[in-house]
């Protein structure tokens, strides 16, 4: 079983402490959900984690392996994969060309249109002609062709219409089932709840909540206070 250990994490940006002693974890076949409102530092944790920001300490571990003082891109190679906020595609590259980029020597394209059969259609399309929905589809395609073993998601839905939040959830929802750890940062709460496992709730830097999704998802009370603090 596959999975992403972090313990005491502490990141910083600029000589500024942004993440404090964060802890958490993602097993193989799960969905970890991490909530927290704007400025929390869900990104921050995303970098720390990918290798984007060094650390400043703690201890982040894949299959048991620590990798906190390994490089982006052997971090990737352990299996551990982000995809950025903000869907970065190279605008100019046709999505199948785009999907180039991230591939495996072992892995093939046809997983990518198998997860999103939308994609085909829009092969030779240059990826800043897609909709919203299709280059998140792209993004999340392309890091899956890397073979990951844990796959961060930063605000996959910000900006999507409901429909197609949905369509990603249940294909998120469907890698997991297939065996693939997944980081899940989310605004939308509600939906990110009811298709994870584990749910962490960040405030200023901090993990606040760590518990089950469908105990959070019954607290929406608890939920609000957690966001807001006091
Ligand atoms: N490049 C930077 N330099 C210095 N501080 C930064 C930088 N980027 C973000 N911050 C600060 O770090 C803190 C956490 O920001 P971060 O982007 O990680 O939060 P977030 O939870 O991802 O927010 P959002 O929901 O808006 O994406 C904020 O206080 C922010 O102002
Ligand atoms: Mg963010």
């Known amino acids: 079983m596959s999975s992403l250990v972090v313990s ?3 990141v910083s940006r600029g000589g500024l402490p942004i993440i404090t002693e964060a802890s958490l974890s993602a097993a193989s076949g799960e ?5 927290g409102a704007n400025g929390a530092g869900k990104t921050t944790l995303l970098e720390g984690l990918s290798g984007v920001i060094p ?8 299959d048991g392996a620590e990798i ?5 891109g052997v971090r990737a190679r352990a299996g551990l994969l982000h995809v950025e906020q903000g869907r970065t595609v190279f605008r100019q590259l046709s999505t199948e060309d785009n999907l180039r980029v991230g591939l495996h020597a072992d892995e093939r394209l046809e997983t990518a249109y198998a997860l999103f059969p939308e994609l085909v259609q829009r092969k030779a399309v240059r990826a800043g002609l897609l909709s919203g929905g299709e280059q998140q589809m792209l993004v999340i395609a392309r ?12 605000e996959m ?4 219409a409901p429909v197609v939040v949905t369509r990603l959830m249940t294909a998120v929802r469907k890698l997991a089932d297939k065996g693939l750890a997944v980081v899940l940062v989310e605004q939308f709460a509600a939906l990110a709840l009811a298709i994870g496992n584990r ?3 960040m405030r200023r830097g901090r993990v606040v909540y760590d518990g089950d999704c469908s105990t959070l998802r019954r607290a929406p009370d608890e939920l609000h206070r957690l966001y807001l603090g006091g």
């Open 31 to 35: 969905i970890s959900v991490i909530l």
């Open 55 to 62: 650390v400043e300490g703690g201890m982040i571990a894949i």
């Open 199 to 201: 749910a962490y709730v």
């Open 68 to 72: 906190q003082s390994a490089r982006p």
């Open 8 to 10: 005491s994490l502490s």
């Open 157 to 160: 839905s910000a900006g999507l």
């Open 143 to 154: 890091a899956l062709l890397g073979r990951p073993k844990v796959l961060m998601i930063d």
